[in-house]
């Protein structure tokens, strides 16, 4: 027994030293390439809904060398215009994603949080978040209970997000004071972007930042080919609390177009049934026959599938659930716009952490950009009439 106990210990000891070799030994990451650079930065950017201020500052320092305009509306959306002539194209994606906002502060030092957004309770427990107060970034985290001490017959119970609270590590309410926090501060996952093998990348707030890098590359794109139409991209608002600033950016443009792009729902993850969502990540732009909130136009359905086809783009269909997208308060303003949702699947949306395909963001970008090439004003009228044949 000692011999083995001799023999064990030296094995362990060689392994322990070669660890430190390993680490130095492994390769660095490859420089992330302007695409990269741009989702990561987009990915990263705190913007609650309401406090988008941040994304918007990007936005506006990536839009507006292709645009010949850029102007607000009055919630702090921002719209990029291009071209003066021909039918009025929107071409949408919304800026804000899920986080929260401080409700109040306890006398112990503990934070209370109104969520914002569509959030499970499930996926709000013993997670890191960052609250934004006046001195800067806070870095905080939600308490879970302990295992040892949680009774056996609620350890697979989902905790409420009214009993969970966010720590800072301040004693006192005066400790919460003196890193500038206080009710109202705005509240967003602590989640960097992370490239993965495979030109996978990990981050939060895929819905929407993966849409804004689309209308982003995509204006740049149509800057180059040129396009028969007056183009607005807007990045908007409050989306993921009311679709808000997508009807007040319409209200302003009055498009006869609506186009927007979203983050997707994958269901190819382990325990997916296909009845919750068809698209996988890696299979190409999806695009959206139902959610809760809209029906598309038949005709711009159609015509999207025909320019994937013209393009060989691969496409995706799928009808989701408990869905809703900006495309729902566009197609209600300006006596009715014909509209379609575009989207790039995602895992794990409405959650601290996703994974999108790299492959997905370039073909949905080809997509676009042919389909607002198309949109003439003989194509536009067609898709506007609903006169009976004959």
């Known amino acids: 027994m000692r011999h083995i106990t001799t023999v064990t210990s030296l094995i362990l000891t060689a392994m322990l030293a070669t660890i430190p070799a390993a680490a130095q030994d492994r390769p660095a990451a490859p420089p992330l390439d302007a695409t990269e650079r741009l989702l990561a930065t987009l990915a990263d950017a705190p913007g609650p809904s309401g406090f988008e201020e941040a994304v918007r500052a990007i936005m506006v320092r990536e839009m507006k060398p292709s645009a010949d305009r850029l102007s607000y509306d ?74 040892h001490v949680v009774p056996p017959d609620e350890r697979t119970k989902v905790f409420p997000r009214e009993s969970l ?123 959206f026959l139902y959610d809760s909130s809209t029906l598309p136009n038949r005709r711009l359905v159609a015509l999207t599938k025909d320019t994937a086809q013209a393009g060989g783009i691969p496409l995706q269909l799928d009808l989701v659930q408990g869905y809703g997208d900006d495309t729902a308060a566009i197609q209600a303003t300006n006596g009715g716009v014909p509209t379609v949702n575009l989207v790039v699947a995602a895992r794990y949306t409405h959650a601290h952490n996703g994974i999108i395909d790299r492959a997905d963001f370039d073909r949905t970008v080809d997509l676009v950009v042919a389909l607002i090439r198309r949109l003439d004003a003989g194509e536009v009228a067609r898709l506007r009439s609903f006169a009976p044949a004959g």
């Open 165 to 287: 609270y966010l720590d800072v590590g301040a004693k006192d309410a005066a400790g919460v004071a003196a890193l500038g926090l206080s009710p109202g501060d705005p509240v967003v996952p602590d989640s960097p972007f992370v490239a993965l093998p495979g030109r996978r990348y990990l981050g939060k707030a895929w819905d929407d930042r993966i849409g804004c890098a689309v209308v982003i590359e995509a204006l740049r794109r149509l800057r180059a080919s040129g396009h028969p139409n007056q183009l607005f991209v807007a990045a908007t608002v409050q989306e993921e609390v009311g679709l808000r600033g997508a009807r007040t950016a319409a209200d302003l443009i009055k498009p006869d177009i609506g186009i927007a792009i979203e983050g997707g729902i994958a269901g190819d993850s382990p325990g997916r049934s296909p009845e919750e969502t068809q698209a996988r990540i890696g299979g190409g732009p999806g695009l």
């Open 74 to 147: 009055g919630v702090g959306s921002v719209i990029a215009q291009q071209g003066s002539s021909g039918p009025r194209i929107m071409l949408d994606a919304h800026m804000d994603e899920l986080g929260g906002v401080v409700r109040r502060v306890t006398p112990t030092g503990f934070l209370s949080m109104q969520m914002l957004g569509g959030w499970l309770d499930q996926a709000l427990p013993d997670q890191r978040w960052i609250i934004i107060g006046s001195k800067g970034p806070v870095e905080a985290v939600t308490g879970i209970r302990d295992v």
